[in-house]
Nanobody, 116 residues
Framework: QVQLVESGGDDLVQAGGSLSLSCAAS????????MGWYRQAPGQNRVLLAM???????NYAASVKGRFTISSDFPKTTVHLQMNSLKPEDTGTYYC?????????WGRGTQITVSS
């Protein structure tokens, strides 16, 4: 069983501000292929923001490229998301994802609200 614990969210920030999220994985019998962050805005689907794989390769959504940076402490099973120049449209619930060899694991989500 794998648990993902997100931290750094549950916050209100002004537009133009910065925030950093972290996600720590714990448990047994898992092998990280990649970890990443998704966002779900009210009434919308969950969308990919950024991913980093075990080789350190990263992938970003166009909407956050240049503003968000994903990094990891692999093999320490922790991933971070540095978010700069936040916009009101960045508001939503942020979920951590861990891709294992056989399945995906999700965190419980953390809320971020960006005020204009």
């Amino acid at each position: 069983q794998v648990q993902l614990v997100e931290s750094g969210g549950d916050d209100l920030v002004q537009a133009g501000g910065s925030l950093s999220l972290s996600c720590a994985a714990s448990g047994s019998d898992f092998t990280i292929r990649a970890m990443g962050w998704y966002r779900q805005a009210p009434g919308q689907n969950r969308v990919l923001l950024a991913m980093i794989n075990s080789d350190g390769n990263t992938n970003y959504a166009a909407s956050v490229k240049g503003r968000f940076t994903i990094s990891s402490d692999f093999p320490k099973t922790t991933v971070h998301l540095q978010m700069n120049s936040l916009k009101p449209e960045d508001t939503g619930t942020y979920y951590c994802l861990l891709e294992d060899r056989t399945r995906d694991y999700w965190g419980r989500g953390t809320q971020i609200t960006v005020s204009s």
